[in-house]
């Protein structure tokens, strides 16, 4: 029995040392101060996470992507502090170990390049925020609202409301166009007359119609100019502010009541003609028919 509590086991200590009441109080004791430490680090991790998602929440202005990023960042943080100060306190030593996890890092990020530069457009677009939860945007050449940003893809809906995945990267790396980034828009139209219309009156007729609407914005002032002489009509360049908001309704509204306000003051909407002449011959010759098909 002597000889196998003498057995050395490690780092010169024999079973017998591992087996002493001061052995097993001082390993208790980390064992002890190890769960403390991982209790204290999920509380801590817990209430500072909740405090910067709260945050968002208070505030309407600040964007709730950003800071759920973040409160995230700051939970892990501290739950990999707490890791580390669990392992000094039983004797690992730590700088070896981060060298090790640095490498197959590395390793790792060489296999996963691709989901990788989607994560750093995620990060980039949480932070630079081109795009909101909410917003309205065209995104290679997919056009929808914004539903969630997360660190590998954004979500969209669709005008038809079904689900579109975008990669990170594809939506860093190409041009957004955001419809609701800015409170005003501007809508345009063309709207054509005949030649023999009285290009004044059609003008005022036009005007008097979209700023007749209570959505319309007087300043800046709207545009009403010929643009260009057509095939068969004089065409009117028109464009008008309007709130965001009501830009597709006031757009698509003012099209029909354009249409009978025009109509209501005798002043025509051409449309393209087309004059078929049919020339009937008494009699063709079977030569002239050949020279007709040369």
């Known amino acids: 029995m002597n000889e196998l509590l003498s057995t050395e ?17 001082s390993v208790l004791g980390d064992v002890l101060a190890a769960i403390v430490i991982i209790v204290l680090a999920f509380t801590i991790s817990g209430w500072v996470s909740r405090r910067i998602k709260n945050l968002a929440e208070r505030h309407a202005r600040l964007d709730a992507t950003l800071f759920d990023f973040l409160s995230n960042i700051a939970r892990y943080a501290i739950l990999a502090l707490a890791a580390i100060v669990v392992l000094n306190t039983f004797g690992v030593q730590t700088t070896s170990l981060v060298a090790v996890i640095g490498a197959a890092g590395l390793a790792i990020g060489l296999a996963l390049q691709g989901t990788l530069s989607n994560v750093a457009a995620g990060v980039m677009l949480i932070f630079f925020r081109p795009i909101k939860l909410g917003d309205f945007v065209m995104i290679n050449d997919q056009m929808g609202t914004v539903r969630s940003i997360n660190l590998n893809f954004t979500e969209m809906a669709s005008v038809g409301n079904f689900q579109i995945i975008i990669p990170n990267s594809e939506v860093w790396g190409n041009t957004i166009i955001n419809y609701t980034a800015y409170d005003m828009r501007q809508a345009e139209w063309t709207f054509g007359v005949g030649y023999d219309a009285d290009l004044t009156l059609a003008a005022q007729v036009i005007r008097d119609t979209i700023t007749a609407d209570p959505r319309f914005v007087a300043e800046p002032e709207p545009t009403v100019v010929v643009d260009s002489l057509g095939d068969s009509a004089v065409n009117f360049l028109v464009r008008a502010w309007v709130p965001r908001p009501d830009f597709f309704g006031y757009w698509k509204d003012m099209n029909r009541e354009v249409k009978i306000a025009l109509d209501g003051a005798g002043i025509s909407i051409p449309f393209p003609h087309r004059t078929v002449i049919v020339q009937r011959d008494a009699e063709i010759s079977d030569a002239e028919a050949a020279g007709y098909g040369a």
């Not at 010169?12 to 109080?25: E, N, P, W, Y």
């Open 9 to 25: 086991i490690y780092a010169g200590r024999t079973l017998g040392d591992f087996l002493s009441l001061q052995f097993l109080a």
